[in-house]
C-alpha cells in the first residue's frame, strides 16, 4: 500500500508543478490595439510620403539618404536596386534598425516587390493590401524613423532608370 501511495505522490508532485508553472505565465508582448492606433496615426502622414519614380531615383542620389530593401535575404542577394540596404522585415529590431540607420533623422526609401513589374522570380508581386511597404512603414515610423518615404510608382523591370545588383543579375 505504501508503494502505491508513493507511486501516485511521484505522478502528482510533477502534474502540480506543471500546473505551477503554467500559471506563472505572463501575456505575450503583443499589442494588436497599439498596432492599430500607429496605423491610424499614420494613415495621412504616409499619404504624403508616397513618391513617383522620379522624385525616388533624385533621392537616391542623395548620401544622406538609405535606400533600404526590407525583403527575404534571399531575395535581396538574387536581386535588388542597386546601392540598397538590406534589413529583413522579419528581424526588424530597435538596435538592429540603429546599426544599419543610426540618426532617426536619416532619409529612408523603401520599395518592395510590388513595385517591380515584370520580374516575378525576383520580384513576386503579392497581394496589394499585403505588400512588404505597408509594414515596413509602420514599424520604421513605430520605431521612430519618420522621415521615410515610398515608391509609390510601378515600375517595369526593363525602365532603363532602375539599376540593379544581386547575384541574377550577373
Wanted: proline share 4%; hydrophobic share 35%; net charge positive.
Amino acid at each position: 500500500m505504501k508503494t502505491v501511495i508513493k507511486i501516485i505522490i511521484l505522478i502528482l508532485i510533477p502534474i502540480s508543478m506543471q500546473a505551477q508553472q503554467q500559471k506563472k505565465l505572463s501575456k505575450s508582448n503583443v499589442d494588436y490595439d497599439s498596432f492599430l492606433e500607429i496605423s491610424e496615426e499614420i494613415l495621412e502622414y504616409r499619404k504624403e510620403r508616397l513618391i513617383p519614380l522620379e522624385t525616388f531615383l533624385k533621392y537616391m542620389t542623395d548620401e544622406n539618404t538609405i535606400l533600404l530593401d526590407t525583403r527575404s535575404e534571399s531575395a535581396y542577394i538574387q536581386k535588388h536596386l542597386k546601392g540598397a540596404t538590406h534589413i529583413n522585415f522579419s528581424d526588424f529590431t530597435e538596435g538592429k534598425l540603429a546599426k544599419k540607420i543610426p540618426s532617426k533623422e536619416t532619409r529612408i526609401l523603401i520599395y518592395c516587390n510590388n513595385n517591380i513589374d515584370g520580374d516575378s522570380i525576383n520580384f513576386a508581386s503579392k497581394m496589394a493590401p499585403l505588400a512588404l511597404n505597408i509594414p515596413t512603414f509602420i514599424n520604421l515610423y513605430g520605431y521612430g524613423y519618420k522621415n521615410i518615404y515610398e515608391l509609390s510608382s510601378l515600375v517595369p523591370i526593363k525602365d532603363q532608370r532602375l539599376q540593379f545588383d544581386g547575384t541574377f543579375t550577373k
